[in-house]
């Protein structure tokens, strides 16, 4: 009971409740190597002060090479789905996945973009505002992964230099021998050191790796939100009950803005 008014909120599904650090895939590409939250964001989310009980969400955008499995992906892991068949995104679409963390909840926007040309100018007016950008490539296919600088050039385009976690995730690992897998992952470190993204490998196919992956972005990604929040000053004036603008974009209700922006191209 807040205000005389009764709080009403769905709870989180169990299996999107992260209460320990998620760790990265490997040491050798990773964001940050610590295996435990920051401490001012423990504290932060222990005193639910009340700009972190306000629903909070962060904006992601999955770009990459058409066919390198993007939508499989984000399926996988929202749907818990798999679908053999290819079927071409056509523009944009996205889903919302509500998680909990250190005991506090917040949502991700994920941003599911074409990967063909000709859609190029419809998906690349949503890379604006994300706090994260994963760039998608195919294990099974080195010529995705030697695209991924292009997207990943792409993409900051309509972002602030160093705002960005960015990810760098090779899919379809099921489809790859161990030894050919580790080849071309030693490749995609190189390349994801390079471009200071967190490397990941996974199979949507399979679901290996997929749920981790995903919670080290949701991870991550609140993490920086909280601490560039604090750095703001702590947006102790704003209540519990606001949306609060926690990244570079927007936590209105994403359809509203994309009919706008359908109109430009
Ligand atoms: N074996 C295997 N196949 C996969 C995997 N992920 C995706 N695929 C297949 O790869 C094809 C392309 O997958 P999509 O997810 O549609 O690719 P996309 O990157 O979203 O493609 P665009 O929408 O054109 O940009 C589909 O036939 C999928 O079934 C995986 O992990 N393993």
Same mark, same amino acid.
């Given at each position: 009971?807040?205000?005389?008014?009764?709080?009403?909120?769905?709870?989180?599904?169990?299996?999107?409740?992260?209460?320990k650090?998620?760790?990265?895939?490997?040491?050798?590409?990773?964001?940050q190597n610590?295996?435990?939250?920051?401490?001012?964001?423990k504290?932060?989310?222990?005193e639910?002060?009340?700009?972190?009980?306000g629903?909070?969400?962060s904006?992601?955008?999955?770009?990459?090479d058409?066919?390198?499995?993007?939508?499989?992906?984000?399926?996988?892991?929202?749907?818990?789905l798999?679908?053999?068949?290819?079927?071409?995104?056509?523009?944009?679409d996205?889903?919302?996945?509500?998680?909990?963390?250190?005991?506090v909840?917040?949502?991700l926007?994920?941003?599911?973009?074409?990967?063909?040309?000709?859609?190029k100018?419809?998906?690349?007016?949503?890379?604006r %505002?994300a706090? @994260?950008?994963?760039?998608? &490539?195919?294990? $099974?296919?080195i010529?995705?992964l030697e695209h991924?600088? =292009?997207? *990943?050039?792409?993409?900051?385009?309509e972002?602030?230099p160093?705002s960005?976690?960015?990810?760098?995730?090779?899919?379809?690992?099921?489809?790859?021998?161990?030894a050919?897998c580790?080849?071309?992952?030693?490749?995609?470190?190189k390349?994801?050191?390079?471009?200071r993204?967190?490397f990941?490998?996974?199979?949507?196919?399979? %679901?290996?790796? @997929?749920?981790?992956c995903? &919670?080290?972005? $949701?991870?991550?990604a609140?993490?920086?939100?909280?601490? =560039?929040? *604090?750095?703001r000053g702590?947006?102790?004036?704003i209540?519990?009950?606001?949306?609060?603008?926690?990244?570079?974009?927007?936590?209105?209700?994403?359809?509203?803005s994309?009919?706008?922006?359908?109109?430009?191209?």
């Open positions: 009971m807040e205000n005389g008014k009764m709080q009403f909120s769905a709870p989180v599904s169990r299996d999107r409740v992260i209460g650090f998620p760790k990265w895939y490997t040491s050798q590409a990773c964001l610590k295996d435990h939250w920051h401490v001012r964001v504290n932060a989310c222990k639910r002060a009340p700009w972190n009980l629903m909070k969400m904006k992601v955008v999955v770009v990459g058409l066919y390198v499995g993007k939508t499989c992906l984000i399926n996988r892991f929202c749907k818990d798999f679908d053999r068949d290819y079927k071409a995104t056509i523009g944009v996205f889903e919302i996945e509500r998680f909990e963390l250190s005991g909840p917040y949502s926007q994920i941003w599911d973009t074409a990967g063909q040309e000709k859609f100018c419809i998906a690349s007016t949503y890379y %505002g706090q @994260v950008i994963i760039i998608v &490539f195919d294990l $099974a296919d010529r995705s991924t600088r =292009q997207w *990943l050039i792409e993409a900051m385009t972002n602030e160093g960005c976690c960015v990810f760098l995730i090779g899919t379809k690992r099921d489809l790859l021998a161990t050919e580790q080849r071309v992952e030693r490749d995609a470190i390349m994801a050191a390079d471009m993204a967190e990941w490998s996974v199979s949507s196919k399979t %679901g290996e790796n @997929v749920r981790e995903f &919670f080290r972005v $949701a991870a991550l609140f993490e920086d939100s909280i601490l =560039q929040a *604090l750095q702590g947006a102790s004036h209540g519990p009950n606001d949306l609060i603008k926690i990244d570079h974009g927007t936590t209105e209700d994403p359809r509203a994309d009919l706008k922006r359908l109109t430009c191209c």
